[in-house]
């Protein structure tokens, strides 16, 4: 059986879109995690302000900017994907989405 994204329901349509706006704000988050390290390392004068500064900014253009072209869309298909990855990585739990929603995820 074949998923058809073009037959579900409103409802489950909008949930997918909120859980990827999860997922997608859980990476990002991670990825801030990491930038922290680098404010911390600043902080304690491990690094000046100018070496933060370009870190800072290949981070904006890194990490953010890719999140943002993979959630920045209005593709079921393609955020039905994004939250199937977290569900199986673990970013998302299973009693976070809706029993209805898996299901239909898990149709091969």
């Known amino acids: 059986m074949t998923k058809r994204y073009d037959d579900l329901p409103k409802a489950l349509k909008r949930e997918i ?8 704000e859980r990476l990002l988050a991670a990825e801030l995690r990491k930038l922290d390290g680098e404010f911390a390392r600043w902080r304690t004068g ?13 981070f ?3 990490p953010p ?28 739990r299973e009693d976070e989405v ?11």
């Open 65 to 92: 900017r890719e999140l943002w072209l993979k959630f920045n869309t209005h593709d079921v298909r393609e955020l039905g994907w994004w939250v199937s990855a977290a569900l199986a990585d673990r970013t998302m």
């Open 46 to 58: 491990e690094m000046d302000a100018f070496e933060l500064s370009t870190l800072v900014h290949k």
């Open 98 to 108: 809706s029993v209805e929603v898996r299901q239909f995820l898990a149709l091969k």
């Open 17 to 24: 879109r909120e859980l990827a706006g999860v997922v997608h």
């Open 60 to 62: 904006h253009e890194g």
